[in-house]
């Protein structure tokens, strides 16, 4: 494998499930991020992390939780979602933060909808 | 405040013509980090390139060109001779550099390329 992997690639979950989203970075990166994709909007921010340490969370609800258990590896645990989560979630990686190597690469997402 | 604009939502455009996807960003940081990436169907956004504040050369790589004017805050992106397989959306972003983890896009832009 190479470059960033996510699974699944689709999702449907509803209200009550619990589901979590799987990324893996194979580029030796020290970073990574959780976007959010919806419709006709910007790419919201949602997660960093930096060796596995959160470095930012973007205001984003309890429902989503996320774990860096090393840092090849990101999830994100959800539950209890709501129909207006449904999107497309990308991971992505950098070499490192707070630095000018800052170019992130992106896995191809998880399609997420939330009846 | 930072804030990245494209304001062509959509462009269609025939086989063979050259296109071009405009940029306007805002920022009050004095070094800053530009991006172009592609997001293809397949929902992956492909990294296409990264341009400094201080580096004002504009760049050609193949039938890509970038046109990066510090005097208007644009930082256009070009596609000569445009192929089927350009269609894509292609994102602008920008990061600052007391902050590059976080990357601000815009909009985005849907090129569509017709045979």
């Known amino acids: 494998e190479t470059g960033v992997t996510q699974t699944p690639r689709h999702l449907v979950m509803g209200m009550t499930n619990k589901k979590s989203l799987k990324c893996e970075q194979h580029?030796?990166?020290?970073?990574m991020y959780w976007y959010k994709q919806s419709a006709k909007k910007p790419l919201e921010l949602m997660f960093v992390y930096s060796l596995e340490e959160r470095v930012e969370n973007n205001s984003v609800p309890s429902r989503f939780s996320p774990e860096c258990p090393n840092s090849s590896h990101l999830f994100l645990h959800l539950h209890t979602l709501q129909p207006e989560d449904s999107a497309l979630y990308l991971c992505?990686?950098?070499?490192?933060?707070?630095?000018?190597?800052?170019?992130?690469?992106f896995g191809p997402g998880t399609r997420l909808t939330v009846l | 405040a930072q804030k990245v604009t494209q304001a062509q939502t959509e462009i269609s455009v025939v086989e063979k013509e050259d296109v071009t996807l405009d940029c306007v960003y805002e920022?009050?940081?004095?070094?800053?980090?530009l991006f172009w990436y592609k997001q293809p169907p397949s929902g992956e956004l492909v990294f296409l390139i990264r341009r400094n504040s201080f580096d004002e050369q504009n760049e050609i790589s193949g039938r890509y060109s970038w046109n990066f004017q510090k005097s208007t805050s644009s930082f256009n992106f070009t596609i000569t001779a445009s192929q089927v397989v350009d269609s894509a959306v292609y994102f602008c972003?920008?990061?600052?550099?007391?902050?590059?983890?976080?990357?601000?896009f815009g909009t985005g832009t849907r090129l569509q390329v017709f045979p």
């Open positions: 580029l030796g990166h020290n970073a």
């Open positions: 992505a990686s950098s070499q490192e933060i707070k630095s000018s190597y800052n170019e992130q690469f």
């Open positions: 972003a920008l990061s600052e550099a007391w902050n590059t983890d976080k990357l601000i």
């Open positions: 920022t009050r940081d004095t070094t800053y980090y």
